[in-house]
């Protein structure tokens, strides 16, 4: 794919964040969002130690906000890849602002779409599971990207971007 430029909404301790630096080539970079200082506190200290923290730019603060200034500095096609592992109930949010900084031939990849397999039992009614669930369907109607979802870990969808 020869991703140069990532974006992830949600960094938690920086695991993906770390394992996708890895891959960058020199001069790549990963645009790293979230809400909490305290998640980029330990994110800070992992990527240190895997020898990645000159390839990530921290934005912290909201991610659909931070997405939003992607945009209007004329990021729109300019990322190869996208991460989601945020949020669940804003998910769709997520993913349609990635529509747009990802490049057609890009990758969008969210997180947790099984949600421990409770988006398969109908009596799972949260509004967490009610939003996954609905994420889901509309991906699978979604002309702009072909889609997979696979069943490892929690699951995850891998979006192409048309």
């Known amino acids: 794919m020869g991703a140069r430029n990532i974006v992830e909404v949600g960094t938690y301790t920086g695991y ?4 996708m630096a890895l891959a960058l080539p020199p001069g790549g970079r990963l645009v790293a969002c ?3 200082e305290e998640s980029f506190a330990v994110a800070r200290k992992y990527w240190a130690e895997a020898g990645v923290a000159d390839k990530i730019d921290e934005r912290l603060g909201d991610a659909k906000a931070t997405l939003d200034d992607l945009i209007a ?8 890849l996208g991460f989601v592992d945020a949020d669940k109930r804003g998910y ?3 993913y349609e602002k ?10 969008i990849a969210i997180d947790n779409v099984l949600w421990y397999g409770r988006v ?6 949260d509004k967490t599971t009610a939003a996954i669930r609905e994420f889901n369907a509309r ?3 979604d002309p702009r990207v072909t889609h997979c979802t696979v069943a490892i870990g929690d699951g995850l969808t891998l979006c192409r971007v048309r």
């Open 139 to 141: 991906v699978a109607a």
């Open 16 to 19: 993906s964040s770390i394992a």
């Open 34 to 36: 979230d809400v909490s």
């Open 98 to 107: 990635l529509l747009t900084l990802v490049r057609p031939g890009g990758l």
């Open 92 to 94: 769709w949010e997520y």
């Open 73 to 80: 500095a004329g990021g729109a096609g300019q990322y190869d």
């Open 120 to 125: 398969a039992d109908p009596a799972e009614t």
